[in-house]
T-cell receptor, first 115, second 112 residues
Framework: GAVVSQHPSWVICKSGTSVKIECRSLDFQATTMFWYRQFPKQSLMLMATSNEGSKATYEQGVEKDKFLINHASLTLSTLTVTSAHPEDSSFYIC???????????FGQGTRLTVV | QKEVEQNSGPLSVPEGAIASLNCTYSDRGSQSFFWYRQYSGKSPELIMFIYSNGDKEDGRFTAQLNKASQYVSLLIRDSQPSDSATYLCAVNSNTGGFKTIFGAGTRLFVKA
């Protein structure tokens, strides 16, 4: 399968600061990238969908001004958690797909802890 | 109604037995269905995908799809302790834009 690299794999930050998470497709052009959040023992909740060069589409209840998504190239999307608070602590996972595949390939995930 | 529903489990089976995992979905227009396995603290990994009604086999895994009943299942034959994980059913939906929706997952324990 295709390779999606997510960085960092874990991060600890202070409350009120911002954190940027990168998601890169290494061997294919990711026309669409998805960002998920997963709280302990819960399923993946889709936060937003981004298409290269377009504004991200956010799911209901997800604050677009708090979770900034940029998909400026076909191989890179970033999620910035602005003014992070302890309740934002979670496992954030990106996935990416290209035009030829219906399945999306997942990054390794980022464990965010806000203290 | 949740878009993708799974029994949360846990489902416990003895080593060597068949584990049966079930999933229902609400979007009748869905065309692509996936099973992912997720170990604790790790990202999901794709096990199988299925597009057409019927069975699809890959090694010890068999996916079954019934679009009329909006039902998809995963059978794991000769279950091994290493199969113990959470299994996520996922469905591609075109409602409100293309996206992949996940079920809550079923925790499987395979006892040695």
């Amino acid at each position: 399968g295709a390779v999606v690299s997510q960085h960092p794999s874990w991060v600890i930050c202070k409350s009120g600061t911002s954190v940027k998470i990168e998601c890169r497709s290494l061997d294919f052009q990711a026309t669409t990238m998805f960002w998920y959040r997963q709280f302990p023992k819960q399923s993946l909740m889709l936060m937003a969908t981004s298409n290269e060069g377009s504004k991200a589409t956010y799911e209901q209840g997800v604050e677009k001004d708090k979770f900034l998504i940029n998909h400026a190239s076909l191989t890179l999307s970033t999620l910035t958690v602005t003014s992070a608070h302890p309740e934002d602590s979670s496992f954030y996972i990106c996935s990416a797909r290209d035009l030829t595949n219906t399945e999306a390939f997942f990054g390794q995930g980022t464990r965010l802890t806000v203290v | 109604q949740k878009e993708v529903e799974q029994n949360s489990g846990p489902l416990s089976v003895p080593e060597g037995a068949i584990a049966s995992l079930n999933c229902t979905y609400s979007d009748r227009g869905s065309q692509s269905f996936f099973w992912y396995r997720q170990y604790s603290g790790k990202s999901p990994e794709l096990i199988m995908f299925i597009y057409s009604n019927g069975d699809k086999e890959d090694g010890r895994f068999t996916a079954q799809l019934n679009k009329a009943s909006q039902y998809v299942s995963l059978l794991i034959r000769d279950s091994q302790p290493s199969d113990s994980a959470t299994y996520l059913c996922a469905v591609n939906s075109n409602t409100g834009g293309f996206k992949t929706i996940f079920g809550a997952g079923t925790r499987l324990f395979v006892k040695a």
